[in-house]
């Protein structure tokens, strides 16, 4: 990246941070500025901290884990979706821009309402799994072979953070479209033996514009994912699913 220093150690760094309180009719949009003497090993998560704690008590951010699991902490990174308890500042150029992920109900200055999108998406597209066998399957091992664990584990890993739904093309256009985050929920029970819902039945959730149709392709979701999911390669996988179905 252009700009970034190999040792970066003692810089100052100036953050450009959107702010904007939604709750407040009086608030409108506007751009804090704030610098910082940089530390070694430094995080996004560890400036904004250090930023709240002695220049703006009221500066709003969401974290839980600091690990990289919870995704909370999702945030626009110099116009580029990322986690800020994963970023290091020493990657990032002096100057740091920072706004709240797009396509989310905004709370405040860099905090969105993610959960709430992923509930909507979790229940149109029903992810969990249709059996009705489940209560009684439920209290034994259910053996599957470890190929095909492996598989689903890794679709598994997502953590719904938003990045993906916040560097998509085609979400900023029509708010219908259920992303890369659900087709790779729609892939993952795809795969799993225990879900008993036919090809009909998935062609139904995402076999339109709004689902594995309407993806144009642009690998914003794939490139930003902090999990490196193999999130194209899903809707590939989807889309050719839906086509042997559509020309039975």
Not at 17 to 31: D, G, H, Y
Not at 62 to 91: E, H, K, Q, Y
Request: net charge negative; proline share 6%; aromatic share 6%.
């Amino acid at each position: 990246m252009s700009g970034v220093a190999p040792d970066a150690k003692g810089r100052t760094l100036n953050f450009q941070i959107l702010r904007c309180n939604p709750q407040n009719e009086a608030s409108l949009p506007r751009i804090d500025h704030f610098e910082l003497e940089e530390a070694s090993g430094m995080t996004l998560f560890l400036a904004l901290n250090e930023i709240r704690d002695t220049q703006a008590p009221s500066l709003q951010f969401d974290f839980v884990c600091r690990a990289g699991i919870c995704g909370s902490c999702g945030m626009l990174i110099n116009g580029l979706p990322g986690l800020a308890c994963r970023t290091l500042t020493s990657s990032l150029p002096s100057t740091i821009t920072l706004a709240p992920l797009p396509g989310f109900e905004l709370i405040r200055d860099l905090s969105v309402n993610t959960g709430k999108w992923m509930r909507g998406m979790s229940e149109r597209l029903e992810t969990w799994i249709h059996d009705q066998e489940m209560p009684k399957l439920c209290s034994m091992e259910t053996p599957m072979e470890p190929e095909l664990a492996e598989q689903i584990y890794e679709l598994e890993r997502c953590i719904e953070c938003g990045c993906c739904i916040a560097g998509c093309g085609t979400y900023q256009m029509r708010e219908d479209f259920v992303g890369a985050v659900g087709m790779n929920q729609i892939g993952r029970f795809r795969l799993d033996p225990r879900d008993k819902r036919d090809d009909a039945d998935f062609y139904k959730l995402v076999g339109d514009d709004d689902g594995v149709f309407g993806c144009m392709t642009l690998l914003g979701c794939h490139d930003v994912c902090p999990k490196s999911l193999p999130l194209q390669t899903q809707i590939a996988f989807l889309r050719r699913k839906m086509l042997a179905h559509a020309l039975k």
